[in-house]
């Protein structure tokens, strides 16, 4: 227990642009802004605890045609680089990119205007994945807690305005969310919601499937919605994170794969809070045409 304020106490903040990074991204910011992307790069996008361990896991089932052994040759964090991350002596983000052989698949949690402009420059696909506000809140305030890396979240009453006021690392999801939906039919941008995979994930992943080129057969699609199941991915020690150190995450607080469903927000938000926030979001969100779902 002695151990966790130490630890923490060494997380520190820096904004760029306004938004809130981890110090070692801003530290490494030159070499993550000259991250030379090539036109053959699937970058995978969301805002934090939106489903992306889940997208990876989809995206890599159809890279390699469904072969769940393949699937399990590395842990999911490793699978996929991680643009902005640094954690010095281990290779960054970029690094790690950077000797991976085409075609690559990358992920990012950056918003528009803080991606490496070499991405928009050679027109490379994007899949971003949008989770509704308030369950993200809710899954964010339970990673913090049990994520080392991240700051304390404190209370929730004082999550909710940190949240709120997008002084969480990267940033506001209300800004993040809007500034993906609005140039999403400018670029090549595959825009799905963590609601609809959930509710149809059939559907859902035949459309992942088409973007990113494949063609597989029924039987394939069966077994990648299968394995891409929540119950199945919080078993597997390839996606479940129950390698890292316990010092890093304890999953005795929370664990990573912790509810994975729609409408959680209600057993945390009170009904004060969830007006406010509706009130919050409505001026927020105001002028954009996204909508979403809140509960199955
Ligand atoms: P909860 O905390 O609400 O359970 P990310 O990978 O972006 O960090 O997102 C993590 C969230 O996605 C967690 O949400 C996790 O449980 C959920 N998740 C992961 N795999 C999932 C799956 N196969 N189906 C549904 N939700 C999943």
């Known amino acids: 227990m002695a151990q966790t304020p130490q630890l923490r106490k060494e997380i520190v903040i820096r904004e760029v642009e306004g938004v809130p990074l981890l110090q070692a991204a801003v530290d490494n910011w030159s070499h993550i802004q000259n991250f030379q992307a090539k036109p053959d790069d699937l970058l995978i996008c969301t805002y934090p605890k939106s489903g992306t361990t889940w997208i990876q896991e989809i995206v890599d089932m159809i890279e390699q045609n469904g072969d769940v052994e393949k699937c399990q040759r590395a842990l999911i964090h490793h699978r996929h680089p991680f643009i902005e991350w640094a954690k010095p002596p281990q290779p960054s983000g970029v690094e790690k990119a950077n000797a991976m052989p085409s075609p690559r698949i990358l992920k990012t949690h950056l918003s528009t205007q803080l991606l490496p402009p070499s991405f928009w420059e050679n027109n490379c696909?994007?899949?971003?994945?949008?989770?509704?506000?308030?369950?993200?809140?809710?899954?964010?305030?339970?990673?913090?807690?049990?994520?080392?890396?991240?700051?304390?979240?404190?209370?929730?009453?004082?999550?909710?305005?940190?949240?709120?006021?997008?002084?969480?690392?990267?940033?506001?999801?209300?800004?993040?969310?809007?500034?993906?939906?609005?140039?999403?039919?400018?670029?090549?941008?595959?825009?799905?919601?963590?609601?609809?995979?959930?509710?149809?994930?059939?559907?859902?992943i035949q459309k992942v499937i088409k973007f990113m080129g494949k063609n597989l057969d029924e039987t394939v699609l069966n077994t990648i919605v299968q394995e891409t199941a929540f119950e199945k991915m919080k078993e597997n020690p390839m996606t479940n994170r129950s390698t890292v150190p316990k010092s890093m995450m304890d999953q005795s607080i929370s664990p990573f794969m912790r509810k994975g469903m729609v409408g959680d927000w209600k057993n945390h938000f009170t009904v004060s809070q969830n007006e406010r926030f509706d009130e919050i979001y409505k001026r927020k969100m105001e002028g954009t045409s996204i909508k979403f779902c809140l509960e199955l």
């Open 125 to 204: 696909k994007f899949l971003y994945v949008a989770r509704n506000a308030k369950d993200c809140m809710v899954s964010y305030y339970h990673f913090q807690k049990m994520n080392q890396g991240l700051p304390e979240p404190g209370t929730w009453e004082e999550y909710f305005e940190t949240f709120i006021n997008g002084k969480v690392v990267w940033g506001s999801w209300f800004d993040h969310v809007k500034g993906w939906w609005e140039i999403k039919d400018r670029y090549q941008i595959l825009f799905l919601f963590y609601e609809d995979i959930k509710r149809d994930p059939k559907h859902e």
